[in-house]
């Protein structure tokens, strides 16, 4: 109940004793239903302020779930790659051959890979595919008449998707093919 509410409750009792008639039968009538009415707006005032606390309390619950979530999602995400650089601060300890060392941030990578998966985080197809605009952006392009025209010859930066959406486009050249293109 708003306080306006109550305020108008309050303004029809004092309206009501303002303008009772003397005697007996009807100062008591008034007299107990001014008590009613009374008791009334006591109990609209105490459902208000439970409702007010009940609605503080939801709103700060969800302001706790809220947060809640967002650090099981960043946890989640995080996790995988705790191994990865585990693995990082390994091979800057080590001293190994320049081939040792290809070789353990060779299997560093494959790990990261497997987390990104494990995140549904897949690379865009690039070398051999078709050039598609809407996931390689071409950074240039190489004469051929060995390939066809718009091919994605080489592939610079590797791009990624999240399920079916974008998260960045491949770096790539694609062949020019001029044989093709006169045809």
Partial sequence: MSEPLVEELNAEVLDQEQSSQPGEEAG?????????????????????????????????????????????????????????????????KADGTAEQLRAGVELILKQM???????????????????????????????????????VMEEIRKGYKIREKLLRPALVRIASNTAQVQD
Avoid: C, W
Avoid at 28 to 55: T, V
């Fill in 28 to 92: 008591g009538a008034l007299e107990a239903q001014l008590e009613q009415m009374k008791g009334e707006r006591d109990q609209m005032k105490d459902r208000l302020a439970r409702l007010q606390a009940e609605f503080d309390n939801f709103r700060k619950r969800q302001v706790q779930e809220r947060q809640d979530a967002r650090d099981y999602t960043v946890t989640s995400t995080v996790e995988p790659f705790l191994g990865v650089m585990d693995n990082f601060q390994l091979a800057l």
């Fill in 113 to 151: 890979e497997d987390a990104l998966k494990g995140l549904s985080v897949v690379p865009v197809e690039t070398i051999g595919a078709q050039f598609d605009p809407r996931v390689h952006e071409a950074l240039g392009s190489i004469e051929t008449v060995e390939f066809p025209d718009h091919q």
